[in-house]
C-alpha cells in the first residue's frame, strides 16, 4: 500500500515536471522563454515575452496539471485502498500530492531543472482540493490586480490567504493539517523571493510592461 503512495507521489511529481512553457517556447517560437525575461518557465513570462496567446495556453495547462496530480487517485478509482497511518493518511493525501505537483513544476526533471514558480500549478491544487476556496484566492488575486497590477505580490497574498480561508472550510485538526497547508504559501514565497527583494526595493515591475532584467 505504502508502494502505491510512492507511485501517485512520484506521478504527481512528474505531472509538474512537464515544461509547458518550454514546449510552447520551442515549439512554436523556436527559443526557450527561460532566455527571456525573468528566466522562468511560467505563464507570467510567457505572457510577457510571446503574448496573450500563448499565455493562456501555458495557463491553462499548468492549472491543468494541478487538478490531475491531485486527483489521480480519484482517476484511477484507488482511493480506497489506501494506507492508513499514524494520522489520517487519507485527509493528507491531495496535500502531499499538491506538493509533489508544485515541486515538480519549480524543479522539473525533464526540463534540467529549470522551472517556474508554480502559480499557476497551485491554482489548479486549490481547485482540486476545494473550488470554494480556489475561487476565494482567486477573488484576492484580481483585486489586487485591478489596485497594483504586481503579479508577485497578488500571488503570495493569495496563497497566504488560502491557509485560513481552507481552514474555514476544513477545520485543522491535526499537526499535518498545518504543515502541509502551510506548504503551499511556504513554497510560493520561496519561489518568490526575488521578487520579495525588488517589492522590498519599490522595483517589481507591474503586470503589462516589459520586464528588463
Wanted: proline residues 4%; glycine residues 8%.
Amino acid at each position: 500500500m505504502i508502494n502505491q503512495f510512492y507511485f501517485y507521489f512520484i506521478s504527481a511529481y512528474l505531472i509538474g515536471s512537464i515544461p509547458t512553457a518550454v514546449i510552447i517556447s520551442k515549439l512554436f517560437f523556436k527559443s526557450d522563454v527561460r532566455n527571456f525575461g525573468s528566466g522562468n518557465s511560467g505563464a507570467t513570462n510567457t505572457f510577457r515575452t510571446y503574448g496573450k496567446k500563448a499565455g493562456i495556453i501555458v495557463l491553462m495547462i499548468d492549472i491543468l496539471k494541478g487538478v490531475v496530480a491531485v486527483k489521480l487517485p480519484v482517476i484511477v478509482n484507488s482511493f480506497h485502498t489506501l494506507p492508513e497511518w499514524t494520522f489520517s493518511f487519507t485527509q493528507y493525501y491531495p496535500l502531499m500530492l499538491a506538493l509533489a505537483v508544485a515541486i515538480g513544476h519549480i524543479y522539473p526533471i525533464f526540463a534540467g531543472f529549470r522551472g517556474g514558480k508554480a502559480v499557476a500549478t497551485l491554482l489548479g491544487v486549490m481547485l482540486a482540493l476545494d473550488y470554494r476556496v480556489a475561487l476565494i484566492c482567486l477573488a484576492i488575486f484580481i483585486v489586487e490586480m485591478l489596485l497594483l497590477r504586481i503579479v508577485s505580490l497578488g500571488s503570495i497574498i493569495s496563497s497566504i490567504a488560502f491557509v485560513f480561508i481552507f481552514a474555514l472550510f476544513h477545520p485543522l485538526q491535526l499537526w499535518g493539517d498545518y504543515v502541509l497547508t502551510a506548504g503551499i504559501p511556504l513554497l510560493l514565497i520561496f519561489t518568490h523571493r526575488t521578487n520579495i527583494k525588488r517589492l522590498m526595493a519599490g522595483e517589481e515591475p507591474k503586470f503589462g510592461k516589459k520586464k528588463t532584467s
